[in-house]
């Protein structure tokens, strides 16, 4: 097979060389690429979309082309460069362009650095005013999506803010990917996101918004502070592990204002980022933290504009303190980041590692999924009340330090190695059944992909299913193969429409390995996946 393939539009079909393929999720696939401009070689990401007959309607050119204009007026060091976006023939080998064929792309610089998953597992123990400073950059970055200052008024929607979209860069941090990116006026007949990070309004069928990008911020911020993914079907649990974050004066104000992003109800999230993570930085510094709120009863307290505010005025020394904490935190990553840099290394973090589950927007996509928006919505105002005054013991986190007492799901932990990033985490489908905290793995030709987790030898059980995702190719066959430190626990060749039924003792396991190869005959220039459902780990009793 080549080693590198081309796309570009259909004027210039071999513009961009594409040498890696990073993920594949339900509205496309992410690669790696180059682009020659004045005789040197750039880095770039190239987002390519399914391809789809309806491409050639003139609408849907002209949408493609409104959104190429618009993504690319937007200039802010915490928000990647959107370069090109183009319809141009499917991805092919050189000089093999087939004009009949209809895809959408879209180009951005690449961002030098890790994603949060990476960054997050590299750094256990991360100050929390580093934390801080990085959610903040961030913020400042989606306040001016949302503004349309530089899009004509026409705020823009990310649609998929989670932390394997958030690049952490020597100079910052920056929000990249966006090939999911739609105005706010848009009718897109799907909705698209990761299940820890998708709004519950958007889950249940209702169009994304300001809002549910915010809660994909809140959910990525409480990711950042806490380490793991949010549960938001146990927000009790959420809570209690804020109230355990070291670093913070006042757990409980702080818990409560980080949560408010996350609110099942739209309405009542705090409407500004920056401001929002502006009363962050006073929570890692202060314990004044205002129990007043103008919110309905029982939501969390917050001012008119959604931030925490000071119980009494300070001292003027004290005030002046924090005043200087909170523009350090913001100038440190919006002013004080001027670029990212571009670079021709192999950095296997850099960019957005991480496929991205697309939801239909219409029927039932899956029982579970909904009976998990369900009870979200139902029991979030209550817990906030209710584990104020109550210390939880909590499931360990990956690389966390408290032992295991509850079952939890490795879609929720952060590999330690994996074979060129080809994995995700999110909602997807096997045999009809959708599960909402998969692991999927990116299969490319015959070639063998690996995907491997830590446990600590703090696990007792391992149950799942395991299979080929429902929309890869209908002759599909994989092989896969699950060790613990090297021993083989499961071991089966399995096609699609069938289902493996995982269940392998842990017991004393540090290093678990999840492998898979595909045994079909492989297409030219795309990945399918292998989905394990719901894969939990039970702790010793």
């Not at 210039?12 to 690429?33: A, F, N, P, Q």
């Not at 399914?50 to 007026?73: C, D, K, M, N, V």
């Not at 007949?189 to 709004?199: F, R």
């Amino acid at each position: 097979m080549p080693t590198q393939f081309y796309a570009g539009p259909s004027e210039d079909s071999d513009r961009y060389i594409l040498t890696e393929m990073r993920s594949r999720g339900g509205e496309g696939e992410l690669w790696v690429g180059w682009v020659t401009v004045d005789g040197q070689q750039l880095l770039v990401a190239v987002k390519a979309y399914h391809p789809s007959p309806s491409l050639a309607t003139s609408e849907l050119f002209e949408r493609a082309r409104g959104q190429a204009e618009i993504l690319r007026s937007i200039e802010h060091p915490n928000l990647i460069k959107v370069r090109e976006v183009f319809i141009g023939p499917a991805i092919h080998e050189l000089g093999m362009a087939d004009p009949s064929t209809s895809v959408v792309y879209v180009v951005m610089n690449w961002a030098n650095g890790e994603n949060l998953n990476s960054w997050v597992a590299r750094n256990p123990t991360r100050d929390l005013l580093a934390s801080v400073r990085l959610i903040s950059g961030l913020a400042a970055g989606i306040d001016e999506l949302h503004s349309g200052r530089r899009t004509g008024g026409i705020p823009v929607l990310h649609r998929d803010i989670k932390p394997a979209n958030v690049i952490v860069g020597e100079d910052g941090v920056r929000l990249v990917d966006f090939g999911l990116a739609r105005f706010a006026s848009s009718d897109f007949a799907t909705v698209a996101g990761s299940a820890a990070y998708l709004a519950p309004e958007v889950f249940a069928g209702s169009p994304p918004s300001a809002a549910s990008d915010r809660f994909g911020f809140g959910a990525t911020a409480y990711f950042l502070v806490c380490g793991v993914n949010p549960n938001h079907a146990n927000p009790a649990e959420m809570r209690a592990r804020l109230l355990q974050v070291p670093g913070i004066v006042d757990q409980s104000g702080f818990a409560d204002h980080m949560m408010a992003m996350m609110h099942p109800d739209p309405a009542r999230r705090p409407t500004a980022c920056i401001e929002w993570a502006e009363g962050l930085a006073i929570g890692t510094v202060t314990s004044n933290f205002s129990r007043q709120t103008s919110g309905p009863p029982g939501g969390p307290p917050i001012d008119p504009q959604g931030v925490l505010v000071p119980n009494a005025p300070a001292p003027k020394n004290r005030r002046g303190l924090l005043v200087g904490v909170i523009i350090g935190v913001i100038a440190l990553i919006g002013a004080g980041v001027a670029a990212i840099a571009l670079t021709s290394g192999n950095d296997e973090s850099a960019g957005s590692s991480e496929s991205t589950t697309t939801v239909e927007a219409t029927t039932s996509s899956s029982a579970k999924a909904s009976t998990t928006t369900s009870s979200t919505s139902t029991s979030t105002t209550s817990s906030t009340s209710s584990t104020s005054s109550t210390t939880t013991t909590l499931p360990d986190s990956p690389g966390g330090l408290i032992a295991p007492t509850a079952t939890q799901y490795l879609a929720d932990f952060s590999p330690v190695d994996n074979a060129g990033g080809n994995y995700s985490g999110g909602l997807g489908n096997l045999s009809g059944v959708a599960y909402t905290r998969s692991v999927m793995v990116n299969v490319s030709g015959n070639d063998l992909t690996f995907v491997e987790y830590d446990l600590g030898r703090k696990f007792a059980r391992l149950k799942g299913s395991a299979g080929p995702l429902d929309d890869v190719p209908s002759d599909t066959v994989f092989k896969i193969q699950i060790y613990g430190d090297g021993a083989s626990l499961f071991d089966q060749t399995i096609k699609l429409g069938a289902v493996g039924t995982i269940d392998a003792d842990l017991t004393n396991v540090l290093r678990l390995r999840i492998q898979v190869t595909n045994l079909a005959k492989p297409t030219c220039c795309s990945a399918i996946q292998a989905i394990f459902g719901d894969l939990s780990l039970t702790p010793p009793t």
